[in-house]
């Protein structure tokens, strides 16, 4: 099992920035691939970034290509996502998720239901 928590997330006004954590703990982080997805209340759970287990590759979904910036501590466990030049279409329930890395994640990567582990969520909403 691995445990995921999302560090707080906050309100931001648009075009301002902010650093999310993921801090993992239970089985090894460093053999774990890691993502971010976000949500907005009634639609599909969206692809945001993804690092492989090593935090030598990323991958982001066109939305946020350029604005945000995915990485990882492997020392310490914890994932982040710097989100900067914030936009009110940003605004969404923030997740961290967890899936062991090898061939099947590269090409699954940006589907959610491939992730066996979820943090809880954290809110993130930006105002204009």
């Known amino acids: 099992q691995v445990q995921l928590v999302e560090s707080r997330g906050g309100l931001v006004q648009v075009g301002g920035s902010l650093r999310l954590s993921c801090a993992a703990s239970g089985r090894p982080f460093q053999g774990y691939a890691m993502a971010w997805f976000r949500q907005v209340l009634g639609k599909e759970r969206e692809f945001v970034a993804a690092?492989?287990?090593?935090?030598?590759?990323?991958y982001y979904s066109n939305s946020v290509e350029g604005r945000f910036t995915i990485s990882r501590d492997n020392t310490n466990n914890t994932m982040y996502l710097q989100m900067d030049s914030l936009k009110p279409e940003d605004t969404a329930v923030y997740f961290c998720a967890a899936d062991r890395d090898g061939g099947n994640w590269y090409l699954t990567k940006a589907l959610s239901s491939s992730y066996p582990y979820w943090g809880r969520g954290t809110q993130v909403t930006v105002s204009s």
């Open positions: 690092v492989n287990s090593m935090g030598t590759t990323t």
